[in-house]
């Protein structure tokens, strides 16, 4: 077995003769590992990702590298950051069945996991910039953070449970510390590692300006440290899921943490509503309009169906020491309101955490293509500065767009708005 200093990453080259002799690998791809068709595709800001095809099938092979990718080796990150994942992925797979990949092998000291290869799904993000719909992609995206949400925490685990997974994912330090920065703090400051679009400055520089704002979300940031509700999926962006049109799949946890429940769902949204925003530059004025109303359905139903599994699992999965049956239904009293009212507060932090992604993925150090790819930066700068400025609108007032209707409209107004 490897130890830590034998740690070699993988190539094109290499990769055949190293899984070759690993059963779980082999029995699934087939035939001499010699002959395998072996394609490096990681696109992500991260790591080596590989899809392996031999005579029986295909796997996908995912290997950390001790740096950050999208940087360098100027940015070194632990190879650990592969065991917090595949933990991830473990549990995922027993509280929301059958949505992340399965996974057949894991090497700790070689920070690599081998998985399902999901075929013939695409990255959503892709679909959402061609225009492609994806049935029920709302509904699949809020039962996964209905169901992660509620069966990671002590609503559903037995205290001792959680209280030593809490400290097992206690020693991933390095990943939430990218979070703590880049999408909480960096995006609200001229940080060395931030760019943005040189015509939205003047909406940036006022952003920046905005000192309630930025209290907000160090508000929201102190929230995201100190909260250990649940196992967070932590980085659920389009990127994140992979989609054909009738199939849902949530991939890559590895900014996995303990922390709100609303953390997941907001950064969903706010993925959706980053997709709503730069329609204008991808689709022709005829189907504009159409696909637009669309992806705003897809965030109703998101959070609608995030609060209707999180009310079942309310009645039937609640056997944590929080909300007890003892001291409600056993005492003749409904756990309803507790429900209503608790899923009131998942609903308004999660609409700030979406106001903190939207603006992080235009302001910070890793953009979403939905925006990057739109060669006109001026038309970029407008449809940006529209997104910008929802999302502050969110984090200062996330109360006032709980209903999922005013916060359709407020997504429309600012749609329509001249902002440059
Ligand atoms: C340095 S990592 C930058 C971003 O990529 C990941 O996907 C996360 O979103 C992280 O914030
Ligand atoms: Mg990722």
Redesign the pocket.
Same mark, same amino acid.
């Given at each position: 077995m490897a130890n830590e200093q034998t740690y070699q990453a993988l190539a094109v080259d290499t990769l055949g003769q190293r899984l070759g002799g690993v059963e779980a690998v082999a029995r699934r791809v087939g035939g001499d590992p010699a002959q395998w068709q072996i394609r490096e595709v990681g696109d992500?800001?991260?790591n080596l990702v590989f899809i392996v095809t031999g005579s029986t099938g295909s796997v996908v092979v995912k290997q950390a590298l001790p740096y &950050?990718r999208? &940087?360098g080796e100027s940015?070194p990150l632990p190879l650990y950051r592969a065991h917090f994942e595949y933990y991830a992925l473990v549990r995922q797979a027993k509280r929301a069945p059958g949505v992340a990949p399965e996974v057949y092998h894991f090497d700790k000291p070689q920070a690599l996991i081998v998985m399902e290869y999901l075929h013939p799904h695409v990255i959503l993000r892709r679909k959402l910039i061609s225009g492609e719909r994806v049935a029920r992609l709302g509904e699949a995206i809020g039962e996964f953070c209905a169901r992660t949400a509620f069966r990671g925490s002590e609503l559903s685990m037995a205290s001792p449970d959680k209280k030593a997974d809490v400290g097992l994912f206690s020693g991933n330090v390095a990943i939430p510390a990218?979070?703590e920065s880049? &999408?909480f703090t960096d995006p609200y400051y001229g940080a060395e590692m931030n760019r943005h679009t040189p015509e939205l400055s003047p909406v940036v520089d006022e952003l920046r300006r905005n000192a309630r704002l930025k209290a907000k979300v160090q508000r929201l940031l102190m929230k995201f440290t100190a909260n250990t509700e649940t196992m967070l999926h932590g980085?659920l962006?389009s990127?994140?899921i992979m989609a054909t049109d009738t199939s849902v799949r949530v991939i890559?946890p590895e900014?996995s943490q303990y922390g709100p429940m609303a953390f997941d769902l907001g950064m969903a949204v706010a993925n959706f509503f980053m997709a709503y925003f730069s329609q204008p530059a991808h689709r022709k004025e005829g189907d504009l309009e159409e696909y637009q109303a669309w992806i705003l359905s897809v965030i109703t139903d998101c959070f609608t169906r995030f609060d209707e599994e999180f009310r079942h699992l309310w009645q039937t999965e609640r056997t944590g020491i929080l909300f007890p049956r003892a001291l409600f239904e056993e005492q003749g009293n409904s756990a309803d309101d507790a429900c209503d009212a608790l899923l009131d507060e998942i609903r308004e932090d999660a609409l700030a955490y979406c106001g903190i992604e939207m603006h992080?993925r235009v302001l910070s150090?890793?953009h979403n293509a939905d925006f990057e790819e739109i060669e006109d930066t001026a038309l970029r700068a407008k449809l940006e500065a529209r997104n910008v400025l929802m999302g502050q609108a969110l984090i200062m007032e996330p109360e006032a767009y709980c209903d999922l209707n005013a916060l359709a409209e407020l997504a429309k107004t600012f749609n329509q708005k001249a902002v440059m």
């Amino acid at each position: 077995m490897a130890n830590e200093q034998t740690y070699q990453a993988l190539a094109v080259d290499t990769l055949g003769q190293r899984l070759g002799g690993v059963e779980a690998v082999a029995r699934r791809v087939g035939g001499d590992p010699a002959q395998w068709q072996i394609r490096e595709v990681g696109d992500g800001n991260l790591n080596l990702v590989f899809i392996v095809t031999g005579s029986t099938g295909s796997v996908v092979v995912k290997q950390a590298l001790p740096y &950050v990718r999208m &940087v360098g080796e100027s940015w070194p990150l632990p190879l650990y950051r592969a065991h917090f994942e595949y933990y991830a992925l473990v549990r995922q797979a027993k509280r929301a069945p059958g949505v992340a990949p399965e996974v057949y092998h894991f090497d700790k000291p070689q920070a690599l996991i081998v998985m399902e290869y999901l075929h013939p799904h695409v990255i959503l993000r892709r679909k959402l910039i061609s225009g492609e719909r994806v049935a029920r992609l709302g509904e699949a995206i809020g039962e996964f953070c209905a169901r992660t949400a509620f069966r990671g925490s002590e609503l559903s685990m037995a205290s001792p449970d959680k209280k030593a997974d809490v400290g097992l994912f206690s020693g991933n330090v390095a990943i939430p510390a990218i979070t703590e920065s880049l &999408v909480f703090t960096d995006p609200y400051y001229g940080a060395e590692m931030n760019r943005h679009t040189p015509e939205l400055s003047p909406v940036v520089d006022e952003l920046r300006r905005n000192a309630r704002l930025k209290a907000k979300v160090q508000r929201l940031l102190m929230k995201f440290t100190a909260n250990t509700e649940t196992m967070l999926h932590g980085d659920l962006h389009s990127g994140s899921i992979m989609a054909t049109d009738t199939s849902v799949r949530v991939i890559d946890p590895e900014f996995s943490q303990y922390g709100p429940m609303a953390f997941d769902l907001g950064m969903a949204v706010a993925n959706f509503f980053m997709a709503y925003f730069s329609q204008p530059a991808h689709r022709k004025e005829g189907d504009l309009e159409e696909y637009q109303a669309w992806i705003l359905s897809v965030i109703t139903d998101c959070f609608t169906r995030f609060d209707e599994e999180f009310r079942h699992l309310w009645q039937t999965e609640r056997t944590g020491i929080l909300f007890p049956r003892a001291l409600f239904e056993e005492q003749g009293n409904s756990a309803d309101d507790a429900c209503d009212a608790l899923l009131d507060e998942i609903r308004e932090d999660a609409l700030a955490y979406c106001g903190i992604e939207m603006h992080r993925r235009v302001l910070s150090l890793a953009h979403n293509a939905d925006f990057e790819e739109i060669e006109d930066t001026a038309l970029r700068a407008k449809l940006e500065a529209r997104n910008v400025l929802m999302g502050q609108a969110l984090i200062m007032e996330p109360e006032a767009y709980c209903d999922l209707n005013a916060l359709a409209e407020l997504a429309k107004t600012f749609n329509q708005k001249a902002v440059m």
